[in-house]
């Protein structure tokens, strides 16, 4: 006897993978993940302030 499947979560399903690697292909082509940018500016505003903080007051 064949298995009975739901033909609207079947479609759902397929839609989603196919999202899923359209999504994937257009992170790898645009770089980066939120977390890696969100990373390096954290990074780069510390070092910013660690190197203003060096600074010495009234030399123009």
């Keep these: ?5 739901n ?3 079947a479609r759902k399903a397929r839609e989603k993978a196919d999202a899923k ?3 994937d292909a257009s992170a790898a082509m645009h770089g980066r993940t939120k977390a ?3 990373l390096e500016k954290a990074r780069a505003d510390q ?3 660690k190197l203003d903080g060096h600074q010495r007051d009234g030399q123009d």
């Design 21 to 23: 690697v359209k999504a």
């Design 47 to 49: 070092d910013r302030a």
């Design 7 to 9: 033909l609207r979560t």
């Design 1 to 5: 006897m064949a298995e009975i499947i």
């Design 36 to 38: 890696l940018k969100a």
